[in-house]
Every structure is written in C-alpha cells, then in structure tokens.
C-alpha cells in the first residue's frame, strides 16, 4: 500500500527565508507527484506537477524535484512571503488496472512571520 | 466557469438523514474524483469516475456513500443515513487524462459536511 509521508508537520521561518518541504513514498510506481496549497476553509490549488519521467519542475519562486528510485520530493520556495502562509499538500498519482487515484501526505503547514 | 465548482458550500444535517453534494468539473476533463478530508489529515480517496462508469469505487466507505455522472459531467455524491462521524470535508476533482496529457488534477473549494 503506497504511503506519503511529509516532513515536517508544521514550519515557521521569518520573512525573506529559502525553504524546503519534504516528501517521501514508499512505493517508486507513480504516474506523477503533484503539489499543491491549502488556505484554511479552502480548496486545493495545483503548484507544480512532475511527470515519473522528470526530475524537477519549476514555478516562479517555487522549485520541486522528484527522485523516483529513493521515493522523494521536495518543494523549494525561494525568499518567502507571509503570502506564502499556507499548508502544502505532496501527493502521488497511482494508475491500476483503469483506475486513477492521489495519495496525499499529510500536509506541511507553513508559517511566513513578517 | 473556468474551475470545479461544488455546491453547496456548507451543509448541516441531523444525524439519520440523506444528503448529496454536487459536483461541476471543468468542461472538458473526461475524469473526476471525490476525495474526503478529515481536519488535519491529508484528503482520502472515495471513488473515480472516467465520463459517466465509476472506475473505481474503493475508497467508499461503505454501502451508504454512493456518487453518480450519469451524463459524464456533473457528478453527485449521495450519503444516506448521516453519522456523525461522516462530518468532513468532501472535496471534488477533475483532470484530462490520456497517455500524452499530464494528468494535472484540479480541485473544487469543497464542501464542509456537518452531521449533529
């Protein structure tokens, strides 16, 4: 059974830092990873998508990467902003016999003090 | 609209009665999802549509989640006999699937179910 696991649970840092968010899973047969945010009450919202085939992905400030063999992602934020305050979701996408489906890690609640 | 829209946004049942929760995916994208996200978890699957057929219904819980596509684009979960413990955030998505088109999942805003 695929499981994502996502380090650390919560992140404070002051304004202007570079971050990195971890994630790892424990079965190498992913479609893709996709990451997205969650503002409290909210919908998710797609950030970066990676293919199995790619290595990394990059938008604006954000950078992911992706390591198939060793089961992990990570999401790179550069010089953040309270703006930037929010949870982020790893998750992997499993394709099976015409099934499709996202398994999501737990999240990584992000703080962004001015 | 350009995005997935769920309606309603909130709902709030007594325990023992039936609600549904509806789905409008992004026109065009073939597949949809419902996921459920309990407070300080990520979301869990429930059950996947390709156009109309459900591909996938592994995640639902038990007999008293059932969802619909009939025409392969609004879909609608339905949840008879309300728990308590059914209270959760039922989330919508929808992606273009094909062996050339990243399947690049997008989410609805959600809607927050309340059994009391």
């Known amino acids: 059974k695929q499981e994502v696991t996502q380090i650390p649970a919560a992140l404070s840092v002051p304004e202007g830092e570079n971050l990195v968010l971890n994630c790892s899973f424990t079965?190498?047969?992913?479609?893709?990873l996709q990451w997205f945010r969650q503002d409290p009450g909210k919908g998710l919202t797609s950030l970066l998508l990676?293919?199995?085939?790619?290595r990394e992905q990059t938008s604006g400030r954000l950078n992911a990467s992706l390591d198939k063999s060793s089961g992990r992602s990570t999401l790179y934020i550069a010089a953040s902003q309270p703006g930037d305050s929010a949870t982020y979701l790893c998750?992997?996408?499993?394709?099976?016999?015409?099934?499709?489906?996202?398994?999501f890690g737990k999240g990584t609640k992000l703080t962004v003090n001015p | 609209g350009a995005g997935v829209s769920q309606t309603p946004s909130n709902k709030v049942t007594e325990k023992g009665k039936y609600v549904e929760l509806r789905c409008d995916p992004i026109?065009?994208?073939?597949?949809l999802y419902w996921y459920r996200q309990s407070l300080g978890q990520g979301p869990e699957f429930l059950i996947y549509?390709?156009?109309?057929?459900?591909?996938?219904d592994s995640g639902l819980p038990n007999d008293r989640f059932f969802a619909v596509r009939p025409e392969g684009s609004v879909s609608t979960l339905k949840i008879q006999r309300t728990e308590r413990g059914d209270s959760a955030v039922y989330l919508c998505?929808?992606?273009?699937?094909?062996?050339?088109?990243?399947?690049?999942?997008?989410f609805g805003q959600g809607t927050r179910l309340t059994v009391v």
């Open positions: 549509f390709q156009g109309t057929g459900a591909a996938d």
């Open positions: 990676i293919q199995s085939s790619q």
């Open positions: 026109s065009g994208h073939t597949a």
């Open positions: 998505a929808s992606s273009l699937t094909g062996p050339f088109v990243p399947t690049e999942a997008f």
């Open positions: 998750a992997v996408t499993l394709t099976q016999g015409g099934s499709e489906k996202l398994v």
């Open positions: 079965d190498s047969a992913i479609y893709n």
